[in-house]
C-alpha cells in the first residue's frame, strides 16, 4: 500500500502533468498545494522517526544499564505544547475586530484541532445590511513571504489589488476579486503575512459564495486591513506551533517577478508574430504574460506562448504521456527527430466538449523541453468566448513544430 508521502507525491506529478496540458492556474496552485503538503507530512514524519530513535537510544544507554527495562516500557512524557484555543475565544478576538453585527459560527466549519500549525472558521456575519460568509484562517507556515501577493488580474476578474511591504518586513495585501460566474458577487481577500511564517488570512464576501445579497462586503478595504494586521491575533499564534524551516528573510516591495523576463517574454513573442500566417493581423502585445492578440478575417483571439528549456521534468512529462489518458478531442502524434505534439480543443474543462472555449498545441521535446501555444476568444484569459478563433488547430501545430523556436 503506498505511503501517504507517496500519495501526496503521485498527487503532486498528476497535477503538475495536466498543469502541462492545460495552462490554467488553479491546477498550478493545486499541484503547489499538493506538494507543499506532502513536504509537510514529509517533515512530520521524520520528526517523529526521530524522536522514537532518540528514545530508543536514551533507553539503550540509561534503561539497560541501570535497571534492564525494555526501551519503550516508561516512556518520558512529551514536551506539552501551546494549550489550544478554543472556538468561543477565537470568535471572541474576531469579533473585537468586525464592526457592530452578528456572528454565527457556520455548522462544524471551525479547524482549531486539525492541525498544530494553524486554526480557522467559516462564519457568517449580519449587520443588518445583508448576512455575508467570513473565512478565517491564522496560520504559521514554511512559505516565504514574498509568495503571498495578489491573484494575478489575468486569470481572475478584479476590481483591484492593494500590496504593501511593511518596515518590518511583513506584507499586507487586499485582492477585491469579482466572480466570473455569479453576476455583482464579490469576494475580498485580505492577508498579513511576516518573515517568521506567521500569516491571517480573511475573506469576506457580499452574501453567500453563490448569493450575493448586498453590493459589497461588510467590511471596507481598511477595516479588513485592520482586522488582518491587528495584534490580538498574537494570542491565537501563541496557541499554535511554529513550523520548522520557516525563512526568515525580509522583502522588497518588489519582490513579485514574473515566471518570465520581459526580455524572455518579448523575444517569444517576436517568433510567434513571425511565424503568423501571412494577413493576420497583431495588436496588444502583453509582455507580463506573453500574449498577444491576433485578428483573421475579422475574427479577433488571444494567443500565449510559454517555452520551458530542457529538464527531468520534461522527461518524466514525456516518458509519462502514453500513461495518461487523452482528453475527447485531444491527438498525438510523433514529431520528426523525438518528442510528441499534442493538439487539443476543450470547453469549460478539458473534458468539456461543447462551447469549445479553448486550442493548445503542445510540444515535447525529446531533451525535455516543452513548448505551449494557447488560444482564446477574448482579452483576459478568464473572459474566452465562444466562437471560431483567428487562427484553426492546423495553423497554430504548424507554429508550434516550426525549428525556430529552438534556434
Excluded at 501551546?82 to 452578528?102: I, N, V
Excluded at 516565504?144 to 499586507?172: E, H, K, N
Excluded at 487586499?174 to 517568521?196: I, N, Y
Excluded at 514525456?318 to 520528426?336: D, I, K, S
Aim: aromatic share 6%.
Amino acid at each position: 500500500m503506498p505511503t501517504d508521502d507517496e500519495l501526496a507525491s503521485a498527487l503532486s506529478r498528476a497535477l503538475d502533468g495536466a498543469a502541462g496540458l492545460t495552462p490554467e492556474a488553479a491546477h498550478g496552485q493545486l499541484a503547489a498545494g499538493a506538494r507543499r503538503a506532502g513536504l509537510r507530512r514529509q517533515r512530520r514524519r521524520r520528526a517523529a522517526v526521530a524522536g522514537a530513535l532518540a528514545v530508543l537510544v536514551l533507553g539503550a544507554a540509561g534503561g539497560f544499564a541501570s535497571g534492564g527495562h525494555l526501551p519503550f516500557a516508561s516512556p518520558a512524557p512529551a514536551a506539552p505544547g501551546p494549550a489550544r484555543m478554543s472556538e468561543q475565544r477565537f470568535d471572541e478576538l474576531l469579533t473585537q475586530l468586525l464592526p457592530p453585527g452578528k456572528l454565527e459560527p457556520m455548522g462544524r466549519a471551525w479547524t482549531g484541532g486539525r492541525s498544530p500549525h494553524e486554526m480557522g472558521s467559516m462564519l457568517t456575519f449580519d449587520d443588518g445590511a445583508g448576512a455575508s460568509m467570513i473565512q478565517i484562517t491564522v496560520q504559521y507556515t514554511a512559505d516565504p513571504v514574498d509568495r503571498v501577493g495578489c491573484m494575478d488580474a489575468f486569470q481572475v476578474p478584479s476590481d483591484g489589488c492593494d500590496r504593501t511591504v511593511l518596515p518590518d518586513g511583513s506584507v499586507l495585501v487586499v485582492d477585491k476579486l469579482r466572480s466570473q460566474s455569479v453576476a455583482d458577487l464579490r469576494e475580498w481577500r485580505g492577508v498579513w503575512a511576516a518573515p517568521d511564517g506567521r500569516q491571517v488570512h480573511l475573506t469576506e464576501y457580499n452574501g453567500q459564495p453563490s448569493v450575493p445579497s448586498r453590493p459589497a462586503p461588510p467590511m471596507t478595504e481598511e477595516q479588513l486591513t485592520a482586522a488582518v494586521a491587528s495584534p490580538l491575533w498574537a494570542e491565537a499564534f501563541a496557541a499554535l506551533t511554529p513550523v520548522a524551516g520557516t525563512p526568515d528573510a525580509t522583502v522588497s516591495a518588489d519582490a513579485h517577478p514574473s515566471p518570465t523576463s520581459t526580455e524572455t517574454a518579448n523575444a517569444l513573442l517576436d517568433k510567434l508574430a513571425a511565424l503568423l500566417p501571412t494577413g493576420t493581423a497583431t495588436a496588444d502585445r502583453d509582455a507580463a504574460h506573453t500574449r498577444l492578440a491576433v485578428t483573421t478575417d475579422g475574427r479577433r483571439s488571444s494567443l500565449t506562448v510559454v517555452f520551458t528549456p530542457p529538464s527531468q521534468r520534461g522527461l518524466d512529462d514525456l516518458a509519462g504521456l502514453p500513461q495518461r489518458p487523452p482528453t475527447p478531442l485531444e491527438v498525438r502524434e510523433p514529431v520528426a527527430g523525438g518528442g510528441t505534439v499534442v493538439v487539443n480543443a476543450f470547453g469549460n474543462g478539458k473534458t468539456a466538449t461543447d462551447n469549445l472555449l479553448h486550442w493548445t498545441v503542445t510540444v515535447y521535446y525529446p531533451d525535455g523541453a516543452q513548448l505551449l501555444l494557447n488560444e482564446w476568444n477574448g482579452e483576459q484569459f478568464y473572459d474566452t468566448k465562444t466562437g471560431v478563433p483567428a487562427l484553426d488547430l492546423a495553423a497554430l501545430k504548424a507554429i508550434a513544430l516550426s525549428p525556430a523556436w529552438r534556434a
